[in-house]
């Protein structure tokens, strides 16, 4: 496993820290970010998930002056609706009932930041679910998979069976695209 060079995970996401260790990277320190995230008045996906990555990066390091500091934010967004965290599982449903039988994005923002923005990107990944059943959404509500998931679903547990189709980064659904992260911190010596 490499440890990376002074490099800060700004995220509490378990699943960001197994993706980046899967690929045998392990930040010096993580440390979650706590900033308010509310989606401001006709933001538009894009420019909210760079905004948050970004936010989230700033609030880190006043804490880690002169350190590399990674962020992410990942969204699930439809036209120009934004699906973040489910507040209950009664909204968890209603994400599931829309998304169901439909074409969505799972957009993660990803920034390297140290003293400025050093560099970010944005990675989408289309995702299309069949059309589901009641049933279906009650067992998959019953799971609590969908607590503290963007669009109250994780691609790699229950809900992989909603998946009909995927065109892109499967690590980007899960919540960070590991192919752009990796090039990220390898191109500033990071790894």
Same mark, same amino acid.
């Given at each position: 496993m490499h440890e990376a060079k002074g490099f800060v995970l700004a995220s509490k996401s378990q699943r960001r820290i197994d993706l980046l260790n899967k690929?045998?990277?392990?930040?010096?320190?993580?440390?979650?970010?706590?900033?308010?995230?509310? *989606?401001?008045?006709?933001e538009k996906p894009k420019d909210?998930?760079?905004?948050?990555?970004?936010?989230?990066?700033?609030?880190?390091?006043?804490?880690?002056?002169?350190?590399?500091?990674l962020s992410a934010d990942t969204i699930v967004f439809c036209s120009n609706k934004i699906f973040l965290k489910p507040k209950d599982k009664v909204e968890a449903r209603q994400f599931l009932e829309f998304f169901s039988g439909r074409k969505h994005s799972v957009l993660t923002s990803v920034c390297l930041f140290k003293d400025k923005i050093i560099a970010q990107k944005n990675v989408i990944t289309?995702?299309?679910?069949?059309?589901?059943?009641?049933?279906?959404?009650?067992?998959?509500? *019953?799971?609590?998979?969908?607590?503290?998931?963007?669009?109250?679903?994780?691609?790699?547990?229950?809900?992989?069976k909603f998946i009909k189709f995927i065109?892109?980064?499967?690590?980007? *659904? *899960?919540?960070?695209?590991?192919?752009?992260?990796?090039?990220?911190?390898?191109?500033?010596?990071?790894?």
């Amino acid at each position: 496993m490499h440890e990376a060079k002074g490099f800060v995970l700004a995220s509490k996401s378990q699943r960001r820290i197994d993706l980046l260790n899967k690929i045998g990277i392990k930040p010096s320190f993580i440390q979650p970010s706590d900033i308010n995230e509310e *989606v401001r008045k006709k933001e538009k996906p894009k420019d909210y998930c760079k905004r948050i990555a970004i936010e989230k990066a700033l609030d880190i390091s006043k804490n880690f002056k002169g350190l590399f500091i990674l962020s992410a934010d990942t969204i699930v967004f439809c036209s120009n609706k934004i699906f973040l965290k489910p507040k209950d599982k009664v909204e968890a449903r209603q994400f599931l009932e829309f998304f169901s039988g439909r074409k969505h994005s799972v957009l993660t923002s990803v920034c390297l930041f140290k003293d400025k923005i050093i560099a970010q990107k944005n990675v989408i990944t289309k995702i299309t679910f069949k059309k589901l059943t009641s049933e279906e959404i009650d067992e998959y509500i *019953v799971t609590k998979e969908w607590i503290d998931k963007a669009g109250a679903y994780a691609i790699q547990g229950y809900a992989e069976k909603f998946i009909k189709f995927i065109n892109g980064s499967y690590s980007n *659904v *899960v919540g960070l695209p590991l192919y752009e992260t990796y090039n990220l911190l390898k191109s500033n010596k990071l790894i």
